[in-house]
């Protein structure tokens, strides 16, 4: 019944407020519960003042309209939005078992098999939303949480943007996981989705990401000039992989349908058929 709910009006009043989950720059996360339906869900509240000041008003705006539209396991859903005088809220479904980094900092790195079942459900989530000719362009791990199952669930489409062809220009994402094409002249399509997936899977199974540098510019030459290594206890295989998808020039990076159907990637795959308490 929650979904009849996006037509409904929803106010804070139909929640009961648990305990908060996360601070972000401009607002909070809290679980909460629906009180008819005594149903979980995370309540992302976003305070109005911090989004103007900061002219976020259309990151938000295009989260929301992007994220109204996805239906994939391995997408974090929404199932409404309400506002008041001063905030907005939006309904969140409520991954139980939290967020990959703070995941990957306890573990330090994750075993082979794990890593790249976190990959192709990421590829999944990615297909999904080219299907729907949208770029996610911010994929790191603190976008990424972990359903109840243990499965991999991509969040905050706040950089989303929908990529009908044209390329794009805006600068977004986080320095250590920018595809060269947008550290240099900012054209952009979705294959830079692919640059991400692979600096992804090199920071889950190497526990840092492959490029570093003091400030920004050196960041970026590091970025630009392809300087990083695979450190040897990571398989050839996985190495070989992540070759593939850490390439400068966009149109030759590997396609994420490939990656999705690898044998040897479905081969490594985990099942994720326990619900984790
Ligand atoms: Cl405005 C804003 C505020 C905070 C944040 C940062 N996080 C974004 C993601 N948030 C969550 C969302 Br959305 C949806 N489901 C969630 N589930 C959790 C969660 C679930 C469980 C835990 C508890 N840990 C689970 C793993 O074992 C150790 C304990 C911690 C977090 N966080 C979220 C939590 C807050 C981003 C933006």
Same mark, same amino acid.
């Given at each position: 019944e929650i979904l009849e709910a996006e037509r409904r009006t929803w106010t804070i009043n139909n929640f009961d407020i648990g305990r908060p989950l996360g601070k972000g720059k401009f607002g909070r996360v809290y679980l909460a519960r629906?009180?008819?339906?005594?149903f979980i869900v995370a309540l992302k509240v976003l305070f109005k003042k911090e989004l103007m000041k900061h002219g976020q008003e259309n990151v938000l705006r295009r989260e929301i309209e992007i994220q109204a539209r996805l239906r994939h396991p391995n997408c974090l859903m929404m199932y409404g939005y309400f506002y008041d005088e001063t905030k907005v809220y939006l309904i969140l479904e409520y991954?139980?078992? !939290?967020e990959l980094f703070k995941k990957l900092q306890s573990v330090g790195r994750f075993p082979e098999a794990e890593a790249l079942t976190y990959l192709a459900e990421l590829t999944d989530a990615l297909l999904h939303l080219h299907s729907k /000719? +949208? +770029?996610?362009?911010? +994929?790191?791990p603190e976008n990424l949480l972990i359903g109840g199952y243990g499965e991999l669930k991509l969040a905050d489409f706040g950089w989303s943007v929908h990529s009908s062809g044209k390329d794009r220009k805006t600068v977004c994402g986080t320095p250590d996981y920018l595809p060269p094409e947008m550290c240099k002249d900012k054209l952009h399509n979705k294959s830079c989705d692919i640059w991400c997936a692979g600096v992804l899977l090199y920071e889950l199974l190497? !526990? /840092?990401?492959?490029f570093e540098g003091r400030d920004h510019k050196a960041l970026f030459e590091n970025i630009c000039g392809l300087n990083y290594r695979i450190p040897p206890f990571v398989s050839s295989s996985a190495s070989k992989l992540i070759r593939d998808m850490l390439v400068i020039n966009p149109s030759k990076r590997r396609p994420l349908e490939t990656i999705a159907r690898d044998p040897w990637v479905q081969g490594q795959r985990l099942k994720r058929d326990t619900l984790i308490i």
């Amino acid at each position: 019944e929650i979904l009849e709910a996006e037509r409904r009006t929803w106010t804070i009043n139909n929640f009961d407020i648990g305990r908060p989950l996360g601070k972000g720059k401009f607002g909070r996360v809290y679980l909460a519960r629906e009180k008819k339906s005594e149903f979980i869900v995370a309540l992302k509240v976003l305070f109005k003042k911090e989004l103007m000041k900061h002219g976020q008003e259309n990151v938000l705006r295009r989260e929301i309209e992007i994220q109204a539209r996805l239906r994939h396991p391995n997408c974090l859903m929404m199932y409404g939005y309400f506002y008041d005088e001063t905030k907005v809220y939006l309904i969140l479904e409520y991954a139980a078992c !939290g967020e990959l980094f703070k995941k990957l900092q306890s573990v330090g790195r994750f075993p082979e098999a794990e890593a790249l079942t976190y990959l192709a459900e990421l590829t999944d989530a990615l297909l999904h939303l080219h299907s729907k /000719n +949208i +770029i996610h362009r911010d +994929i790191k791990p603190e976008n990424l949480l972990i359903g109840g199952y243990g499965e991999l669930k991509l969040a905050d489409f706040g950089w989303s943007v929908h990529s009908s062809g044209k390329d794009r220009k805006t600068v977004c994402g986080t320095p250590d996981y920018l595809p060269p094409e947008m550290c240099k002249d900012k054209l952009h399509n979705k294959s830079c989705d692919i640059w991400c997936a692979g600096v992804l899977l090199y920071e889950l199974l190497v !526990g /840092n990401a492959p490029f570093e540098g003091r400030d920004h510019k050196a960041l970026f030459e590091n970025i630009c000039g392809l300087n990083y290594r695979i450190p040897p206890f990571v398989s050839s295989s996985a190495s070989k992989l992540i070759r593939d998808m850490l390439v400068i020039n966009p149109s030759k990076r590997r396609p994420l349908e490939t990656i999705a159907r690898d044998p040897w990637v479905q081969g490594q795959r985990l099942k994720r058929d326990t619900l984790i308490i």
